[in-house]
């Protein structure tokens, strides 16, 4: 069976098909749950965004003319919607959930391996910081590519990555001398 | 060479593959500072530490329930009604176009009212309509 491509079924879902919407969210969930999973960890808050994600990109599918891909276009709808969530825990004073619910992570005398570590220490950088850091470092895009899906100039993602590697150094060091 | 440029050999030597002498550049400037190279080897760790491994997904049936959330709201009803008249847009403007001409043959006035049925097109003015004049009747009977 010959596989239709992304843009196919965006015109096909334009006109009210849900069969072709339901492969494009098939398509692109695993990019879109690893960059707000990364962002606001495992949570039900990383979940609910993840549908919104793609309730809007179905909402404006008429807007979207193909400029950039099917996956740049709902990545950068993700990174927005995640970071409007980290706004709203902010505003509601929520402690961030880094990982699954039952990792006592914070606890200086339970085992954690070092990736958990330097996710715990991610989820507690400054959002523009761990945007670029979930994309280039985490998701593996490319800085040319970081920098598209964040709207920034490249020298930004550099510099911010650099100030970022930085903080996690600081932060990691803080952890193991504990 | 300069450290900024040693930086820009080592962010590219991450998202594609240098040249030779690049590669030989890269290599020498590291060697030169070993502060550098301690700063590139860290980034090289982190990278590898945070890489995810396994594709991430939001569990089982995340697409039927997207598209669940869509027909609750009704959305997808909207996206099919305006996706029908869109298919027949261009034939009602013909349609409208077609009796607007018509209009225009047929009226005896070109008034954008009476092209448009506004108003009967007639050329009697209501000054030249003569009233019935009851009293005349009256005095006939006497």
């Given at each position: 069976m010959i596989q239709q491509s992304d843009e196919d079924l965006v015109n096909v879902s334009r006109s009210g098909n849900m069969g072709a919407f339901k492969v494009l969210v098939e398509r692109h969930e695993s990019k879109v749950a690893g960059v707000v999973k990364s962002m606001?960890?495992?949570?039900?808050?990383?979940?609910?965004?993840?549908?919104?994600?793609?309730?809007?990109?179905?909402?404006?599918?008429?807007?979207?003319?193909?400029?950039?891909?099917?996956?740049?276009?709902?990545?950068?709808?993700?990174?927005?919607?995640?970071?409007?969530?980290?706004?709203?825990r902010k505003r509601k004073n929520l402690f961030f959930r880094p990982l699954e619910d039952g990792h006592q992570v914070n606890s200086p005398d339970t085992h954690v391996d070092t990736k958990e570590m330097v996710m715990l220490e991610v989820s507690n950088l400054e959002p523009e910081f761990r945007a670029v850091v979930t994309l280039r470092l985490i998701e593996g895009y490319s800085t040319e590519e970081t920098a598209t899906l964040l709207d920034i100039p490249l020298g930004t993602v550099l510099s911010r990555l650099s100030r970022a590697q930085k903080k996690l150094k600081v932060a990691l060091t803080k952890h193991i001398e504990q | 060479m300069k450290t900024e440029k040693a930086e820009d050999l080592f962010i590219r030597s991450l998202d594609e593959s240098l040249s030779t002498t690049e590669n030989e550049l890269l290599k020498n400037s590291l060697d030169a500072d070993?502060?550098?190279?301690?700063?590139?080897?860290?980034?090289?760790?982190?990278?590898?530490?945070?890489?995810?491994?396994?594709?991430?997904?939001?569990?089982?049936?995340?697409?039927?329930?997207?598209?669940?959330?869509?027909?609750?709201?009704?959305?997808e009803i909207d996206r099919q009604i305006i996706f029908f008249f869109k298919r027949y847009q261009l034939a009602a403007v013909g349609v409208v176009i077609a009796l607007l001409a018509l209009n225009i043959m047929?009226?005896?006035?070109?008034?954008?009212?009476?092209?448009?049925?506004?108003?009967?097109?007639?050329?009697?003015?209501?000054?030249?309509?003569?009233?019935?004049?009851?009293?005349?009747l009256l005095t006939e009977d006497l």
């Open positions: 606001l960890g495992d949570t039900p808050e990383a979940m609910d965004v993840g549908q919104e994600t793609f309730i809007r990109f179905y909402e404006s599918i008429d807007k979207f003319k193909g400029d950039s891909s099917v996956s740049t276009y709902v990545i950068r709808i993700a990174i927005n919607l995640s970071l409007n969530e980290i706004k709203r | 070993p502060l550098l190279k301690e700063q590139f080897q860290e980034f090289i760790a982190l990278r590898e530490t945070l890489k995810s491994k396994q594709p991430a997904s939001f569990g089982p049936y995340f697409a039927q329930k997207v598209v669940n959330k869509i027909q609750e709201a009704g959305k047929y009226a005896e006035t070109f008034s954008i009212p009476s092209i448009l049925g506004v108003e009967e097109a007639t050329t009697t003015t209501t000054d030249d309509i003569i009233t019935f004049d009851y009293s005349e």
